[in-house]
């Protein structure tokens, strides 16, 4: 709780200027940014077609991620951006579809990985890069593409409540990049334990495409889609909890197998919170 006492002048300062009569400034602290822990939770269920014309009961398959990491700011520069590294602490992964030496390795895999990505006060990230990963395959990029799905953007100049604004962020492949479109809207703002807060709604949209690299590709039919809601410390610029569902249909070719399964609907869940 130092970070608390040792801002709190600042904290002030930032609090007196976050709104003006009824429009609202939302942004990103980037210059004296506290380190932050990220609990982050991701469950996944996937829908495969009916195979048993008898029953005629889909096969299903689940997968639950948890992660916990540390967010540190590493360089703040003049423009208002800033240079973070984000290090997972551990991480516990299942799937009822796989052996327990299969996720225990995917676990000592995705826990090696360490990130730094440059964030302007809006929330754009830029130049998102794995450091010391011994995997830098479909799985390593999985925690990337998770937080940038969930990660806001905001909208760079004072906002009333009601009101919406676009962005889009490109997420990182292998051999493509995913555009994510991203609506948001402003729906309420008040105060907790003298923190403001800001609700802000998300709909995100996106297609899937096929990583031509990979033994494994996906391909969406039409747009992935999602909703989700994120509470906004306004008061220190931080994320303080978002939580995300998003759903489509997927067509999977396993090149290696010879098999492709044409329409797997899926449905993700996505929780992120975060503390000082």
């Given at each position: 709780?130092?970070?608390?006492?040792?801002?709190?002048?600042?904290?002030?300062?930032?609090?007196?200027?976050a709104c003006d009569?009824n429009e609202f400034?939302?942004?990103?602290?980037?210059?004296?940014?506290?380190?932050?822990?990220?609990?982050?939770?991701?469950?996944?269920?996937?829908?495969?077609?009916?195979?048993?014309?008898?029953?005629?009961?889909?096969?299903?398959?689940?997968?639950?991620?948890?992660?916990?990491?540390?967010?540190?700011?590493?360089?703040?520069?003049?423009?208002?951006?800033?240079?973070?590294?984000?290090?997972?602490?551990?991480?516990?992964?299942?799937?009822?579809?796989?052996?327990?030496?299969?996720?225990?390795?995917?676990?000592?895999?995705?826990?090696?990985?360490?990130?730094q990505f440059k964030?302007?006060?809006?929330?754009?990230?830029?130049?998102?890069?794995?450091?010391?990963?011994?995997?830098?395959?479909?799985?390593?990029?999985?925690?990337?593409?998770?937080?940038?799905?969930?990660?806001?953007?905001?909208?760079?100049?004072?906002?009333?409540?009601?009101?919406?604004?676009?962005?889009?962020?490109?997420?990182?492949?292998?051999?493509?990049?995913?555009?994510?479109?991203?609506?948001?809207?402003?729906?309420?703002?008040?105060?907790?334990?003298?923190?403001?807060?800001?609700?802000?709604?998300?709909?995100?949209?996106?297609?899937?495409?096929?990583?031509?690299?990979?033994?494994?590709?996906?391909?969406?039919?039409?747009?992935?889609?999602?909703?989700?809601?994120?509470?906004?410390?306004?008061?220190?610029?931080?994320?303080?909890?978002?939580?995300?569902?998003?759903?489509?249909?997927?067509?999977?070719?396993?090149?290696?197998?010879?098999?492709?399964?044409?329409?797997?609907?899926?449905?993700?869940?996505?929780?992120?919170?975060?503390?000082?």
């Open positions: 709780m130092n970070f608390f006492k040792f801002f709190a002048s600042a904290s002030a300062l930032f609090a007196l200027c009569g400034v939302l942004t990103f602290n980037t210059q004296n940014a506290p380190q932050q822990t990220y609990f982050l939770e991701s469950s996944l269920n996937a829908i495969l077609p009916t195979t048993d014309s008898v029953s005629g009961t889909p096969e299903a398959m689940n997968t639950h991620l948890s992660v916990r990491a540390t967010n540190s700011l590493l360089t703040a520069y003049d423009d208002g951006s800033a240079k973070f590294q984000l290090k997972i602490d551990s991480v516990d992964y299942k799937s009822d579809k796989r052996t327990v030496e299969e996720f225990s390795s995917m676990e000592r895999y995705m826990s090696t990985e360490h990130f964030m302007a006060k809006d929330g754009d990230i830029r130049d998102a890069v794995i450091e010391d990963s011994v995997m830098l395959g479909t799985e390593a990029l999985d925690l990337i593409r998770i937080f940038l799905k969930v990660q806001p953007l905001l909208p760079g100049k004072p906002v009333k409540l009601g009101e919406t604004w676009d962005r889009q962020v490109e997420i990182p492949g292998t051999s493509k990049k995913t555009v994510v479109y991203k609506s948001f809207t402003l729906e309420d703002h008040y105060v907790h334990d003298g923190v403001q807060m800001a609700k802000i709604g998300m709909n995100i949209k996106y297609k899937e495409l096929a990583d031509s690299t990979s033994d494994l590709r996906m391909e969406s039919k039409g747009f992935i889609v999602g909703t989700g809601t994120i509470l906004f410390d306004m008061t220190h610029g931080a994320i303080s909890n978002v939580k995300m569902e998003l759903t489509g249909d997927l067509s999977v070719n396993d090149i290696v197998a010879d098999n492709v399964i044409p329409d797997m609907h899926v449905i993700q869940k996505i929780k992120l919170r975060s503390e000082f």
